[in-house]
């Protein structure tokens, strides 16, 4: 039987937007093997993908999983590779072995192309993620898509649903908010005091709120224990600590299907752009993407208005952008909220 390689070793919120590039190469295979390549992070959510195999690679390849890698394509009959995470590495593959039919993602990038452009001669196909210009572009959804040829999209479905007991019975109606201290605390410059406010507030706009951290951070985790209800899914263990704000529950190192089914259940969601609001994208919720920018210079500017382009465009993507001000990001909220 023929195989199909995907490298897909990237982020949760990557794997998110690339979904629909993944069934449609599913579909288009459907008689072959297909072999994905996942991170350590986004295996998590490989149960997306039924019966499909799957090998756990770094993100960033040490030398013995390259040579893992390039050993595996000399020992077996391999059909299509689809690079959905351009690391040059996959793009030095296709000179090798040039029977073989390589799709990638290319990027270009100012005095920069990756792979280099002699590399890019060797692949089968590829679309390009240009970030050279700011006018009207296709978003990294949609260039992925376009990647794969039309075929028949209509044989294989992915597992929306999934099949587990949940150790933590969530409430029926909730807001579902992601807290990232990158950008609460680095980029916006907010103590946990207004963090903390920020999360009462949205609390206000539904019956319950039910957030999460990052995970295995005690340093944050141990702030938001002390002051919310709190499950550990960890240890399988609840703590009340007295608190009178019974609405809002801080869901501690959540992960995997309990993260998706959590976002899945949600009224909304509101998150900083990454992965939960494309895990909530891709579940058709309601969503609220959080955003900063902090411009330096006339390049950083350029290079942060492509990067909003490129990823916003999906029609029904909300997403707005917040100021160090707390007050003005209130009002930004409210405006976003309030119907």
């Known amino acids: 039987m023929k195989k199909v390689l995907i490298f897909k070793n990237d982020r949760i919120g990557d794997l998110f937007t690339s979904t629909k590039a993944l069934k449609k190469i599913i579909n288009k295979h459907y008689s072959d093997k297909i072999i994905i390549y ?12 039924p019966n499909i195999e799957k090998l756990i690679i770094s993100m960033k390849l040490t030398l013995l999983e390259k040579i893992k890698i390039f050993l595996y394509f000399l ?3 391999i059909e299509n590779v689809y690079i959905l995470k351009p690391r040059n590495f996959y793009f030095i593959l296709p000179f090798f072995f040039r029977n073989i039919k390589f799709y990638g993602l290319t990027i270009k990038q100012k005095n920069k192309n990756r792979p280099s ?10 679309e390009t993620i240009d970030r050279t210009k700011i006018g009207k572009r296709r978003s990294t959804y949609k260039i992925q898509e376009d990647l794969i040829e039309n075929i028949n999209n209509d044989l294989v479905s992915l597992n929306y649903n999934i099949d587990y007991n949940p150790s933590f019975e969530l409430p029926n109606k909730y807001i579902y908010f992601h807290y990232k201290d990158k950008l609460f605390r680095n980029d916006l410059g907010w103590s946990f005091d207004l963090s903390i406010k920020f999360i009462e507030y949205i609390s206000k706009f539904s019956n319950n709120l039910v957030f999460s951290s990052e995970i295995n951070n005690e340093k944050i985790n141990t702030i938001f224990k002390k002051k919310f209800i709190t499950y550990d899914y960890n240890n399988k263990n609840i703590f009340n600590n007295n608190t009178n704000n019974k609405k809002i529950i801080f869901l501690k190192d959540i992960d995997g299907k309990d993260l998706y089914s959590a976002i899945k259940y949600s009224e909304k969601v509101i998150a900083p752009e990454g992965m939960a609001s494309h895990m909530a994208f891709f579940l058709k919720k309601e969503q609220l993407a959080l955003t900063h920018y902090t411009f330096k210079n006339k390049d950083d ?5 492509v990067s909003c382009k490129e990823w916003f465009p999906p029609k029904n993507f909300k997403f707005t952008v917040l100021k160090k001000d707390y007050q003005k990001s209130i009002n930004k909220i409210n405006k976003r909220l309030v119907k």
């Open 38 to 49: 996942f991170s350590h992070q986004n295996i998590k959510f490989s149960f997306l993908f």
């Open 75 to 77: 020992t077996n009959r």
């Open 117 to 126: 452009l002699f590399l890019q001669k060797f692949l089968f196909k590829k």
């Open 301 to 305: 500017y350029f290079d942060q208005l």
